[in-house]
Nanobody, 129 residues
Framework: QVQLVESGGGLVQAGGSLRLSCTAS????????MGWFRQAPGKERELIGAITKSGGSTYYADSVKDRFTISRDNAKNTVYLQLYSLQPEDTAVYYC??????????????????????WGQGTRVTVSS
């Protein structure tokens, strides 16, 4: 089973940008759709978006559409999350997740019958005002 490690988090001023990375090991990365999620203090984990196995299609939550971009490089076993125009409300721990089925990634935070078994440990993003 694939293992995931996120990196790239840190402290950034409002209006700034960051690129997060999630690198996989121990499995066939290209057989997994990938998702990015975040969890702010005191809030539920929410979906940011997801990308298909090939990287040909992406899905984004309305709350981040046009500000965040997901991409992947299957040769590097890595999925990226580019964050633009960051605001203090974007402060959260950002997680990546993997599943063979894209739909699972899209609904796992809203459908209690769905379980995502592969998660990274998270990387913290703090946006100062």
């Amino acid at each position: 089973q694939v293992q995931l490690v996120e990196s790239g988090g840190g402290l950034v001023q409002a209006g700034g940008s960051l690129r997060l990375s999630c690198t996989a090991s121990g499995g066939a990365f290209s057989t997994y759709a990938m998702g990015w999620f975040r969890q702010a203090p005191g809030k539920e984990r929410e979906l940011i978006g997801a990308i298909t196995k090939s990287g040909g299609s992406t899905y984004y939550a309305d709350s981040v559409k046009d500000r965040f971009t997901i991409s992947r490089d299957n040769a590097k076993n890595t999925v990226y999350l580019q964050l633009y125009s960051l605001q203090p409300e974007d402060t959260a721990v950002y997680y990546c997740g993997a599943d063979p089925i894209l739909h699972t990634l899209v609904v796992v935070t809203t459908d209690k019958d769905k379980v995502l078994e592969i998660w990274g440990q998270g990387t913290r993003v703090t946006v100062s005002s």
